[in-house]
């Protein structure tokens, strides 16, 4: 049989650029090359394209090699790519692609409008305000809060405000990311993610993983936190467990994902409140996602295997 053409993109235009190009790095090692033909694309910091090697591409010569390809991976995380944007593209050159269409992947990077269907199906959230560049002026401090940008990944302008005095700061900074921010309801509660994926007509969840760390999950805790642990399965009641699993399976359905997305949320003593959704995680091996399927008995280069069957039309 002959192997499968399969264009795996990393980078993007955004702050996730360099965790963009791991998992990217990640993916193109994990696939087997007996059965995968794997042609390298990259998105600079700029939004330009470049080849494998580097070499500069214009868009209208990099979807021309998308549609020599059976498949495409695209490994961007954020904004310019996991929003939807880079699904759309693909959609419109005509190749089949791994993960979340451009509808999901936009609902989904809305935090603000995820919020709003969660809510819709009776899942718990932190309560909290949205707020632009030209309303922050009129909000008024009420206690300890999380400011966040709207439609960033990785943390990126996220903070734990507990003090009067840094909330300016704080709003300028996540204001850098988006032109819309959240300030919420600080949630104490315990971090447990879940992962959902649909393979063929069966949608199932991935045991849960808590994360553990001392102090603020924020992007340094992710990317070089080494006092972070991550717990497989999370060692929380069944019945919490199946509650997690419940939630994040209706508002899958709810965004119309594909393949799979992960799901974040603290377990507090009232019960889960959903955090955020994101529909292209994380995708090295050490990663929140792969290692949830892995302590399922689906190793990393199966589950890719997975998805790209998915995308394919045999999943």
Request: proline residues 6%; contains cysteine; glycine residues 12%.
């Amino acid at each position: 049989m002959s192997r499968i053409r399969a264009a795996v993109i990393g980078g993007g235009a955004n702050g996730e650029h360099d965790v963009s190009l791991a998992s990217a790095a990640a993916v193109t090692a994990a696939l087997d090359p007996g059965a995968y033909e794997i042609i390298g694309l990259t998105i600079g910091r700029d939004g330009a394209w470049r080849d494998a090697a580097g070499a500069p591409l214009g868009l209208a010569s990099a979807v021309e090699r998308l549609q020599t390809c059976d498949v495409a991976l695209p490994i961007v995380h954020g904004p310019r790519g996991e929003d939807g944007t880079l699904a759309a593209l693909l959609e419109l050159a005509g190749v089949p692609y791994v993960g979340s269409g451009l509808r999901p992947g936009a609902l989904a990077m809305d935090k603000w409008v995820t919020k709003l269907i969660a809510q819709d199906l009776g899942i718990a959230v932190a309560p909290g305000r949205l707020l632009t560049a030209r309303t922050v002026a009129g909000y008024a401090w009420s206690g300890p809060v999380v400011v966040k940008p709207v439609a960033a990944g990785s943390s990126l302008g996220v903070a734990l405000v507990r003090r009067p005095g840094d909330l300016a700061g704080a709003m300028a900074e996540a204001l850098r990311h988006d032109d819309r921010i959240l300030i919420e309801q600080v949630i104490e509660g315990r971090e447990i993610d879940i992962a959902v994926l649909r393979n063929r007509d069966e949608v199932v969840a991935s045991p849960t993983l808590e994360i553990v760390t001392d102090g603020f999950f924020d992007y340094a805790a992710k990317y070089g936190g080494e006092a972070t642990k991550f717990l497989i399965p999370a060692p929380i009641e069944p019945a919490v467990t199946g509650r997690i699993e419940r939630a994040a399976t209706a508002l899958y359905e709810a965004l119309g994902c594909r393949g799979v997305a992960r799901f974040d949320f603290f377990v507090t003593a009232a019960g889960p409140v959903l955090n955020e959704v994101n529909t292209m995680p994380g995708f090295t091996a050490h990663s929140q996602v792969p290692r949830m399927f892995a302590a399922a008995g689906m190793p990393y280069p199966r589950l890719l295997d997975t998805l790209i069957g998915i995308a394919c039309g045999h999943g």
